[in-house]
């Protein structure tokens, strides 16, 4: 077994370096050594962000009375998103989006491609409402999304992202979770739609096999293919996808 000759941490808890000596070393046990002094500088770094999250005021409707009251329902929309002159920074001084346009007709494919940290999560963000524009619109089916409450306008997406989620409970709940009155025929036709039929009738119980948080004993690509399977069966008019087929082989995603 090394032993630590020594463990060097910053003014906030967080590791720096180790340094080791002798043969051979308990990898598993450092790791999560290291793992638990991180968390514990973090959460001694920002205590004034937890009061900021406990302080804050529960986000609202956010939409006209009328929007509130009822609003449309996601099965009435086409699926047209259009952004108007768009400006939005999270620091005033470092501006991210200047000015952008965009059009997603009903049908359209439309990729969004950049480095890191360029907009294209925020952008999902502003869509969602999760913060609101500087200046410019987004209109969803020709409506200011600012003109509709948060439920309405979220009803109309679906969204999969690269990382899954995945409740415990048996295939077909999971399946059912955003559309609980969807018959046998159509949650099968989804899922073979999005070749997920196979994997599932291979399954010990097939659909109502059991299985635990975040999909257990099920492969990366097999937990991807639920969750695509779970919105197609809910057939939202708008579908965002977040790498959501990172684990997913070619053909499959093809």
């Known amino acids: 077994v090394r032993t630590v000759d020594a463990i060097e941490l910053n003014r906030d808890g967080a590791l720096l370096e180790l340094r080791f000596r002798g ?51 996601a099965s009435s929309g086409v699926g047209c998103v259009r952004a108007e ?24 494919h439309i990729a969004l491609v950049g480095t890191t940290g360029c907009g294209k999560t925020t952008l999902i963000n502003l869509l969602m409402r999760f ?10 089916d ?16 679906g969204m999969v992202l690269q990382e899954t989620w995945l ?7 999971n399946l059912l979770t955003g559309r609980p009155d969807a018959t046998e025929e159509q949650m099968i036709e989804a899922a073979k ?9 291979r399954l010990p119980l097939g659909y109502d096999t059991p299985i635990a ?6 492969s990366e690509g097999q937990k991807q293919l639920l969750c695509i399977t779970r919105i ?16 997913i082989d070619v053909r499959t995603e093809q």
Do not use: W
């Not at 002159?85 to 359209?108: T, V």
């Not at 020709?142 to 997406?157: E, N």
């Not at 948080?213 to 099920?218: A, D, F, K, R, V």
């Not at 197609?232 to 684990?247: G, H, K, Q």
């Open 167 to 173: 409740k415990s409970g048996t295939i077909r709940e």
């Open 213 to 218: 948080e975040n999909g257990g004993s099920l």
């Open 131 to 140: 913060y609101e524009v500087d200046s410019g619109r987004i209109l969803v």
């Open 23 to 73: 043969d051979g070393f308990l990898y598993n046990m450092v790791r999560i050594l290291t793992g638990t002094l991180i968390e514990v500088g973090l959460g001694r770094r920002r205590p004034e962000e937890i009061d900021d999250i406990f302080g804050a005021e529960e986000q609202g409707s956010g939409g006209s009375a009328g929007a509130a009251a009822g609003g449309t329902e």
């Open 85 to 108: 002159h768009l400006y939005f920074s999270y620091d005033p001084a470092k501006p991210l989006l200047r000015d952008l346009n965009l059009e997603a007709k009903p049908g359209e």
């Open 142 to 157: 020709g409506t200011d999304i600012r003109d509709m409450s948060r439920a309405d306008l979220r009803s109309r997406f």
């Open 232 to 247: 197609m069966l809910r057939l939202p008019p708008v579908l965002i996808l977040d790498e959501a087929t990172s684990s």
């Open 193 to 201: 739609a999005c070749h997920a039929h196979g994997f599932i009738r």
